[in-house]
């Protein structure tokens, strides 16, 4: 059975930085295309970035860009977001998403999400 | 970046109607759409992907439609469990993007 379990959630200062983690269980991260994706509270899905299953390629966000790196570990099947230069509206459930294949193409498995919330 | 919109923003709807939300990519993005249904408090699942494809366990009564520029979502034969937001996302290309989504409500 496919499990995602994000953390590293918390509250943070404007221009501060925090780093979540998503570890996955039931399948190698190693053979698909990761993602995370943020909602804003009471808002719609926001794509963040992307990574595909070796690596090469990654994208993110224009929002994001530049601020938010993304990467992953194979020996311990984890993906990662280092968020740095954190703004208040990056205040969201950030969600961790396994592909359905290995390029990129649907977040076909998700996380519960956690809650980043930047304020002074 | 391809920019997506959907319309309607929101639909009262009754059990037992038909349903039809519009998806539009600001640029041709072939059938690399998918559909995803979202409760409150919980994570999206994904209805349709590759624009038509009905995803294994998704009740038939979801079927999408389009290519290119614009799609379609059609719900028929509402049922209470269908009352949830709708999203559309691209990806023909990075970055992937959302629709706003479409929030359907009991009339």
Redesign the interface.
């Known amino acids: 059975e496919v499990q995602l379990v994000e953390s590293g959630g918390a509250l943070a200062q404007p221009g501060g930085s925090l780093r979540l983690s998503c570890a996955a269980s039931g399948f190698s991260i190693d053979d698909y295309a990761m993602h995370w994706v943020r909602q804003a509270p009471g808002k719609g899905l926001e794509w963040v970035s992307g990574i595909s299953w070796d690596s090469p390629f990654i994208d993110y966000a224009d929002s994001v860009k530049g601020r938010f790196t993304i990467s992953r570990d194979s020996a311990k099947n984890a993906l990662y977001l280092q968020m740095d230069s954190l703004r208040t509206e990056d205040t969201a459930v950030y969600y961790c998403a396994k592909d359905k294949g290995r390029f990129g193409e649907l977040m076909l498995d998700w996380g519960q999400g956690t809650l980043v919330t930047v304020s002074s | 970046?391809i920019q997506m919109t959907q319309s309607p923003s929101s639909v009262s709807a009754s059990v037992g109607d038909r349903v039809t939300i519009t998806c539009r990519a600001s640029h041709g993005i072939s059938t690399?759409l998918?559909w995803?249904q979202?409760k409150p408090g919980k994570?999206?699942k994904?209805l349709i992907?590759a624009a038509a494809g009905l995803q294994g366990g998704v009740s038939s009564r979801f079927s999408g439609s389009g290519s290119g520029t614009d799609f379609t979502l059609t719900i028929t034969n509402l049922q209470p469990d269908d009352f949830a937001?709708y999203?559309c996302?691209q990806?023909n290309r990075?970055?992937?993007?959302?629709?706003?989504?479409t929030k359907v409500e009991i009339k």
Do not use: L, M
């Open positions: 970046d690399w998918t995803y979202q994570t999206p994904v992907y937001t999203y996302q990806s990075f970055p992937f993007t959302f629709g706003p989504g």
